[in-house]
């Protein structure tokens, strides 16, 4: 679901409001504002990067598959990688036949014997477990900076469904763009915003020594504590959202 909340003209509007823009010339500029959100953004992709799957068949003569950088914007890695191998392997026995995989209502054929029922049974094992076996496969960046995922495989056809991770963009694309952010995360980057401009305010002002009143004079401001509190909430930010970290494969590029 698109979250319409988060755009750099809303983002920016909340944040010069919580800065006392509605009351006050607040110094900052576009420029600095895009910049906060920038390291919002950025620093919230870092520990929660956007999940994306697709769909890949793969065969055992081909073991490098290249993902597009079109398909695949701002790609961080591949996180997960799961099989489902389409074929039969016995004439009898159909690993993905409902009927064939119940092994506990397997009904004997005319003529066979005890011993030929536990045969098959036995072999029917073997054949689910050779089927959920999952593939060895691997992802890395090469030199002709390209990404590249290997597979070997023993089956032919083998679909394979794949997870890749990217950085969201600071803008409103199709794919990547800030909409995508969960909206339960949009207090967040709003909050990480707000605290990034505290920072940059504080500079602004400690090097003005004050805020320009209508009289000409300037009232003075302590920039440091505006300084110190804008630390401390990016600090508690990232502290929060360390503790929703995902579990990285150790397959990722």
């Known amino acids: 679901m698109r979250n319409d909340i988060l755009t750099i003209d809303q983002i920016e509007a909340e944040t010069s409001i919580s800065l006392g823009g509605s009351s006050l010339d607040i110094e900052l500029t576009p420029a600095d504002y895009r910049k906060c959100i920038a390291d919002a953004v950025r620093a919230y992709s870092r520990v929660l990067p956007m999940r994306r799957c ?9 073991k490098r598959y290249e993902l597009a950088a079109a398909a695949h914007p701002r790609i961080l890695g591949i996180v997960d990688v799961q099989f489902t191998v389409q074929g039969i392997l016995d004439s ?3 690993p993905f036949s409902q009927e064939d995989m119940s092994i ?5 054929m005319g003529g066979e014997t005890f011993g030929e029922i536990t045969q098959r049974k036995t072999y029917l094992k073997d054949a689910q ?3 959920s076996a999952e593939a060895e ?8 900076g390209k990404y590249y995922l290997y597979i070997d495989v023993t089956h ?3 679909q394979c469904t794949y997870w890749w991770t990217s950085t969201y963009s600071v803008d409103n694309h199709a794919i990547t763009g800030m909409q995508w952010i969960p909206e339960g995360d949009t207090e967040w980057i709003m909050d990480f915003t707000l605290a990034r401009a505290k920072q940059i305010l504080s500079r602004v002002r400690g090097k003005f020594q004050g805020i ?3 009289e000409g004079g300037s009232d003075p401001v302590d920039f440091s504590e505006l300084m110190q509190e804008g630390r401390e909430d990016e600090q508690a930010l990232n ?3 360390n503790l929703r970290r995902r579990t990285i494969s150790p397959n990722i590029g």
């Open 129 to 131: 477990r050779v089927v």
């Open 137 to 144: 496969w691997t992802a890395e960046w090469e030199g002709d």
């Open 156 to 158: 032919n056809p083998t």
């Open 239 to 241: 502290e929060e959202l």
């Open 92 to 94: 009898r026995v159909d």
């Open 104 to 108: 506990a209502g397997l009904a004997a």
């Open 54 to 62: 697709a769909a890949l068949t793969v065969s055992s003569s081909v």
């Open 212 to 214: 320009a009143t209508p």
